[in-house]
């Protein structure tokens, strides 16, 4: 069964260590403007920085659920390809984001394409799933695919 | 194995659906009141549409995680079924924040309640595994429910 | 199947009631101190509730993605084990940091360690699938661990 699931894990592993990054930048960037906890409020960029690393870790449960949801239901490899994209984008993005306010849209916008792309291969994924368990119904070869 | 989880994967896929429109609303909020990131502070009426999403998001995960281990180790069928009402109170919760910090609190408790049934069947559930694999014990048989 | 993931299962439900526990007490803290939703400025006693609350919560996801994820690619029981700790020492940064900002630090960075811990039997368990899926090769084997 590992086999199925192996490549989805490695790309979990892999946001795994892309948020423990995030997380250190910021404890960095505490040190470096001077704002200790529990305060949030600081200089611009230390706030940009803490907010970059708020909105990843909001998303990444997100991500990883659509992650293997669409590798599960759908496809491994398609999903682990998109998963891949997913962290390069937040990776930009969390780089944009510490630069300027401004830095932060290109890479937000195309992670969040990479994320609604996984969706839609959840949904297809569980809605044929669904429909064979179910309903006894191959939709794709319903619908003269193969 | 599929079929012992697609009711699972659909209500998740729906739960991210419903967390995107949320994160959605967030942002149009911060266009109507004019607040622009890294901020988070504004109009009460900003604020409380950004609480209740953090409030969705922080909750999200929590929900997720309980939904599959209630689903895995109890019922597919009950889970997915609490699942759905747990979405439905999010929605309600959503809404009434949105329009006073007074109107959250009814939806807030219905889907409170749901979480904690959810909570009770993981608990439920992993014990009587646990039992069975571990102490070869039928605990329902014992206690003479079969 | 059940039997590879009760141990895991029962961690997962023993880490979201302490998840639970934490949203109490800031429940708790907020009537205290009177501070009402949506606001989250409150005195630093309250700040640090609310902190090591949304700390906690932060960390949560990543913790159960990597459980489950050594536990599933690398092994239940060592898996399971480093679960109890880390809940353990997230419960003693929740009382230290409810006290003073100083008091989280040990037991944050227990619950760092054993976080990497279960990062890097993850990331060794994934890597050792991949081989021998993808390259036939059993890494273990070759390094002359049997």
Chains 1, 2, 3 share one sequence.
């Not at 994209?85 to 630069?99: A, D, H, I, T």
């Amino acid at each position: 069964m590992e086999e199925a699931v192996v490549g989805l894990g490695a790309v979990t592993v892999l946001g795994v260590l892309e948020q423990v990054y995030f997380s250190l930048q910021v404890i960095y960037a505490r040190r470096k403007y001077s704002v200790s906890p529990p305060s949030t409020n600081g200089p611009p960029e230390f706030e940009r920085i803490f907010r970059a690393q708020v909105n990843c870790s909001e998303y990444f449960p997100i991500f990883i659920i659509v992650l293997w949801t669409a590798g599960v239901f759908f496809s491994q490899a398609v999903s682990s390809c998109c998963g891949l994209l997913y962290l390069y984008g937040r990776l930009c993005y969390f780089r944009g984001y510490s630069e300027s306010a401004h830095g932060r849209l290109v890479p937000l916008y195309f992670s969040a394409k990479v994320l609604w792309v996984l969706i839609g291969f959840s949904s297809v994924g569980v809605l044929l799933t669904f429909c064979r368990v179910y309903l006894n119904l191959d939709l794709l070869q319903e619908l003269g695919f193969f």
